[in-house]
């Protein structure tokens, strides 16, 4: 076989002629032709050839002593701002909605990912420092000055002093003071000098050996200006690098309150829902967190997921309300919520995210979806039920039900293509999966308001549902609103009459529970103690997932 590739630029020599030899010695090497062939094709690969050219193209900068250094080091947060100046524009112009969708590439933003880590030379390997020759009974001493800030530097939870942004503790087996922890952005952390493990021997030049992290503390209390530590550095290890993960919280954190948090002025509160970015994850029991947006370089204390989980069901064993534990005896959450890793969705014009309202019977969604379907029934679609009965006069398949066979209905569910059904008067009725991700591919916004017990179905990659929780106003109120809209009970299968303060009773009841399985997953909350409001706030929560980025499961773009 001979080379016939063209020299046009683009091929390297060098593999050029190992191409050449490879095709000269092929009755020489000992392997079979599809190797060989195999070989030769990719010596002849453009591909192969376009990697040594750009190879070639570093060595030789590198050679000449002309750095290539890169223009940007932040380019895929470059990307996230023109998608922000971007998105209102995309309804406008067809050049501002493809570029969006370009942006939107996996392949374009893994590129730019990659083109970051190598810029801020995130590939970097972490090697341990290289030990200075020493005599064998001498130890290696660091002294750090800092200047005293309102950060904490703390020992025993009693004791806390907000000093440089570390915390101290006593070595179980030395009995040694020691680096705790570093917050992530104190003075300590910016340092560089400070790491988890160093034993303190100094501080301003009193020696604490054999004292206590509250002796040490007061040192340090009284201590003006800058502070002087003298240290013995920990075995050398890989250094730890900051977390890209974003949380949201599923429960309120106050560190004023928590018994268990070592020191409350290193603490960071919060509450349920908001989004945290978790910068350390090394300690078992508190990680370290800021708030997303926060401008505080420094980051807080937080329980960790391990940490919260046995709070929660310390709490929940330990609690006499047996009406809790009831409820926890049938709770069917996979995991108890703590935290949910998140990232943003971007709307996407051509398949907008289903809405589904969840909440009790009798809360007002059917009448909601009902309204917000007629205001624009071009827009707003709901699936059509299937059912196994017969169509009656005047019935059309596909409009009122999919008629369908008792048979083949009972095979669909059997096979878990219902998101629900039930059986009334000896016929089925149920709505099929397909028939909502059907609604999503026709580019329509899709409508719902299952059982709460369909959230199980529906809260996958696929679908992305935004889940609306549609609430009751307390007793007094639900009671009164209703009667005065002359409301008719959902629960009276005549819809003749109105509410009873029994059925009102179970609303809250259903209401109750519904939060307690599933609120973890509402991406929103509307009290339905005003229609007309309730509607509008419905339509606003319609418009803001159509026009803005919103925090959603990481899972869904993995």
């Known amino acids: 076989m001979s080379v016939t590739m063209e020299q046009n630029g683009v091929l390297d020599p060098a593999l050029v002629g190992l191409l050449e030899s490879l095709e000269g010695s092929r009755d020489a090497i000992s392997a079979s032709k599809e190797e060989l062939d195999f070989l030769s094709n990719l010596l002849q690969s453009k591909e192969l050839h376009a990697l040594f050219k750009v190879y070639?193209?570093?060595?030789?900068?590198?050679?000449?002593?002309?750095?290539?250094?890169?223009?940007?080091?932040?380019?895929?947060?470059t990307t996230l701002d023109v998608m922000e100046v971007l998105l209102p524009r995309i309804s406008l112009s067809d050049t501002s909605r493809q570029l969006f969708h370009l942006l939107q590439n996996p392949h374009i933003q893994g590129l730019l990912c990659a083109h970051d880590a190598v810029a801020q030379k995130d590939y970097l390997p972490r090697l341990p420092e290289i030990p200075q020759e020493m005599d064998e009974d001498e130890e290696t001493i660091k002294i750090v000055q800092l200047v005293k800030s309102t950060e904490p530097l703390d020992g025993e939870p009693d004791t806390a002093e907000p000093i440089v942004g570390a915390t101290i503790k006593t070595d179980e087996e030395s009995g040694k003071i020691i680096i705790a922890r570093v917050m992530h952005g104190g003075a300590a952390d910016r340092s560089g000098l400070i790491n988890v493990g160093d034993e303190v021997c100094e501080v301003n030049g009193i020696n604490v050996e054999g004292k206590s992290p509250a002796d040490v503390l007061q040192i340090l209390q009284?201590?003006?200006?800058?502070?002087?530590?003298?240290?013995?550095?920990?075995?050398?290890?890989?250094?730890?690098?900051?977390?890209?993960?974003?949380?949201?919280?599923?429960?309120?954190?106050?560190?004023?309150?928590d018994p268990y948090i070592p020191c409350k002025e290193a603490g960071l509160s919060f509450v349920k829902g908001e989004i945290l970015h978790i910068v350390s994850q090394d300690d078992p029991y508190w990680w370290q967190a800021r708030k997303e947006g926060d401008r505080n370089m420094r980051a807080g204390l937080i329980p960790s997921k391990a940490l919260q989980e046995r709070k929660i069901i310390h709490e929940r064993l330990s609690t006499g309300d047996p009406k809790k534990k009831s409820e926890s005896d049938d709770y069917d959450r996979e995991d108890i919520a703590t935290y949910e890793e998140v990232v943003k969705l971007y709307p996407r014009p051509e398949q907008p995210r289903p809405i589904v309202l969840i909440g009790p019977p009798g809360v007002g969604r059917n009448e909601l979806k009902r309204r917000i379907m007629e205001l624009n029934p071009d827009k707003y679609h709901t699936p059509v039920p299937h059912t196994s009965r017969s169509p009656r006069s005047g019935e059309v398949n596909g409009k009122e039900y999919n008629f369908v066979s008792r048979e083949l209905m009972e095979e669909q569910i059997a096979r878990g293509e219902f998101l629900e059904f039930g059986e009334y008067k000896g016929n089925l009725y149920g709505t099929s999966l397909e028939s909502v991700k059907s609604i999503i591919r026709s580019g329509l916004t899709c409508?719902?308001?299952?059982?709460?017990?369909?959230?199980?179905?529906?809260?996958?990659?696929?679908?992305?549902?935004?889940?609306?929780?549609?609430?009751?106003?307390?007793?007094?109120?639900?009671?009164?609103?209703?009667?005065?809209?002359?409301?008719?009970?959902?629960?009276?299968?005549?819809?003749?009459?109105?509410?009873?303060?029994?059925?009102?009773?179970?609303?809250?009841k259903s209401a109750k529970r519904i939060e307690f399985l599933y609120d973890h997953w509402f991406d929103e909350t509307i009290v339905n103690d005003d229609f007309k409001m309730a509607l509008e706030q419905l339509l606003e929560a319609d418009q803001k997932l159509k026009t803005e980025p919103l925090w959603a499961p990481a899972a869904w773009l993995q």
């Open 447 to 508: 409508i719902i308001n299952p059982h709460y017990q369909a959230l199980k179905m529906l809260r996958t990659p696929d679908i992305k549902p935004y889940i609306i929780y549609i609430k009751p106003p307390p007793f007094d109120e639900l009671k009164s609103t209703r009667n005065a809209a002359f409301a008719m009970s959902t629960f009276d299968e005549t819809n003749s009459r109105g509410f009873t303060d029994d059925e009102f009773n179970e609303i809250l």
């Open 56 to 77: 070639n193209t570093i060595v030789d900068r590198v050679r000449d002593d002309r750095r290539c250094s890169p223009v940007l080091s932040s380019s895929m947060q």
């Open 222 to 257: 009284h201590s003006e200006g800058t502070i002087t530590f003298k240290l013995i550095p920990s075995d050398p290890k890989n250094g730890a690098r900051e977390s890209k993960v974003k949380v949201k919280a599923h429960f309120d954190f106050n560190t004023d309150v």
